[in-house]
């Protein structure tokens, strides 16, 4: 049988499709290699997963209904969806809306009406949600049962949707589905648009750093191995279909465990043996001053359990940052 990976040369596509592939799993991905960031590395990411057994790649666009639909034709095989595909970052939704609504409302739209039209052939839907849900919560650590009806971005606003919408044809349909909600993910092949990329290259360069918050920000850093544990757990974890429930679920994927900006900074610093030039800032649009994951239930109910502290995890995407740049 096949999973279908959207979003297959993103950060954590491409390292939930080595793990599938490397269990023995078929895994058909599709991308549609947008220029949001740096296509070389998207690129390269791909041709990782080229030589392994069972892979399969199809240039194509979640948010465009031909084009997704194409990619699937003649795979009767496929029983399972892992959606990752979405336009990311909260402060390019403040440049770029449209780009949100595209990607992330309809392109989760049509990942859904395939959902659908497979039916009972479909075990389960995996798919992407954001710690940014939660908004400007102050109650920490953020659990899945707190109010998240008050988004501070567009990005967030777009990610919460995408959760009502999968739960409404969960009823409806009877699509079993798992949203879930990650948390500062980081490591190596890692997106230049997040923080662990931008603050190493600028380091290296010399450049200034900017620190929002004048530093005063903490977020649950969680290491992409962790991340795919806990998306591959959820895979062979539907939820339960009964005429009591709607077979819909939501966890947090985090680390469990908030971490001060300016101690991740330390340890970029520490790993490259280089001092920052700290650009402090105010807040940003959007941004918020703390995450906090409480993982109670995944650990419960996936057996998840994230193992990799930034002590580890940061040296780690230093060493593969060097390697891919050949410095």
């Known amino acids: 049988m096949t999973v279908l990976v959207t979003g297959v040369a993103g950060f954590i596509g491409m390292h939930v499709a080595e793990t599938l592939l490397a269990r023995g799993e078929s895994v058909l991905g599709i991308d549609n290699l947008n220029d949001y960031y740096d296509v070389n590395l998207k690129k390269a990411r791909v041709a990782r997963l080229d030589g392994m057994r069972g892979f399969r790649f199809v240039h194509a666009d979640v948010s465009e209904a031909d084009s997704l639909d194409e990619a699937v034709e003649g795979v009767p095989e496929l029983d399972r969806i892992i959606h990752l595909a979405a336009q990311a970052g909260v402060r390019y939704s403040l440049k770029n809306p449209a780009a949100y609504v595209k990607a992330n409302l309809i392109g989760q739209f049509n990942v859904m009406e395939l959902a659908r039209r497979l039916g009972d052939r479909l075990q389960h839907m995996v798919y992407a949600s954001s710690s940014s849900v939660y908004g400007g919560n102050t109650k920490l650590p953020f659990a899945v049962g707190d109010p998240v009806d008050s988004p501070i971005s567009l990005y967030a606003a777009t990610k919460r949707a995408d959760e009502l919408m999968c739960y409404s044809y969960s009823d409806m349909f009877g699509v079993k589905a798992t949203g879930l909600r990650f948390f ?144």
């Open 184 to 327: 500062s993910a980081y490591g190596p092949w890692g997106r230049p648009d997040m923080s662990a990329y931008i603050f190493t290259s600028k380091i290296i360069a010399g450049e200034p750093i900017p620190v929002f918050n004048y530093g005063e920000m903490s977020r649950d850093f969680t290491y992409v191995d962790d991340i795919v544990q806990g998306v591959v757990a959820a895979l062979d974890r539907p939820p339960r279909v009964n005429e009591e429930s709607t077979p819909h679920a939501l966890f947090n994927l985090g680390n469990h465990k908030v971490e001060p900006l300016m101690r991740f900074i330390g340890l970029i610093e520490s790993a490259l043996g280089m001092r920052a030039v700290i650009d402090y800032q105010p807040i940003q649009p959007g941004d918020v001053k703390a995450t906090y994951a409480d993982v109670e239930a995944s650990r419960r109910c996936l057996g998840y359990e994230p193992r990799t502290s930034i002590d580890t995890g940061i040296p780690k995407f230093v060493a593969w940052y060097k390697e891919y740049h050949g410095i």
